[in-house]
Nanobody
């Protein structure tokens, strides 16, 4: 069974940086996409960034230029480097894994809080 565990959350001040990590265990197949989503207080969960097994990336407009998603295949880990954080980045951040095959599978982490506040 695939498990997804996020780490790196916490409280930071506006303008600071933070790196989230997502470790996937249990084995994925050849085609996958790993992404970060976030759910601000009182709002719906939304897309932040994603990376494919071949390194293609995609970002939400609100974070483009400030956040960077990357992967370390040897460690089965995906990172989200968040720079120039703003109070509106405050949210619970979730790691999502889409593992493509027969059948397709989707896994979510438990979520981790990031609070940007002075």
């Amino acid at each position: 069974q695939v498990q997804v565990v996020e780490s790196g959350g916490g409280t930071v001040q506006p303008g600071e940086s933070r790196r989230l990590s997502c470790v996937v265990s249990g084995g994925l197949r050849e085609l996958w996409v790993m992404g970060w989503y976030r759910q601000p207080p009182g709002a719906q969960r939304g897309f932040v960034a994603a990376i494919t097994n071949v390194g293609q990336t995609n970002y939400a407009r609100a974070v483009e230029g400030r956040f960077t998603i990357s992967r370390d295949s040897a460690k089965n880990t995906v990172y989200l480097q968040m720079n120039a954080l703003k109070p509106e980045d405050t949210a619970v951040y979730y790691c999502k894994v889409d593992d493509y095959g027969t059948p397709d599978r989707t896994f979510w982490g438990q979520g981790i809080q990031v609070t940007v506040s002075s």
